[in-house]
């Protein structure tokens, strides 16, 4: 059974950082496509980031230049180091892993942008 499970998430101020990490268990955790994606109140979950198997990474126009995702095939875990933060990025963040047309979420952690 896939486990995905999130950290990382918090009050942050605009311009600030954070890093969001990723624990995932239960597979070989290499043939897995990887992503974060983010709901904020009253809006549809997004995509924020990708990165797959073999290190494609793709990114929502909105955070690039801003977040990277990056994973660690060793320690199974999935990153996402957020930079110069802003209003807009508060919502929750979820962790995704996906194979094979199997999909698993993580719970989400809250990240919050404000002065």
């Known amino acids: 059974q896939v486990q995905l499970v999130e950290s990382g998430g918090g009050l942050v101020q605009p311009r600030g950082s954070l890093r969001l990490s990723c624990v995932f268990s239960g597979s070989d955790f290499t043939f897995y496509n990887v992503a974060w994606h983010r709901q904020a109140p009253g809006k549809q979950r997004e995509l924020v980031a990708r990165?797959?198997?073999?290190?494609?990474?793709n990114y929502a126009n909105s955070v690039i230049g801003r977040f990277t995702i990056a994973r660690d095939n060793a320690k199974n875990m999935v990153f996402l180091q957020m930079n110069a933060l802003k209003f807009e990025d508060t919502a929750v963040y979820y962790c995704n892993a996906d194979r094979d047309g199997h999909t698993y979420w993580g719970q989400g952690t809250q990240v919050t942008v404000s002065s």
């Open positions: 990165k797959t198997s073999i290190g494609t990474t």
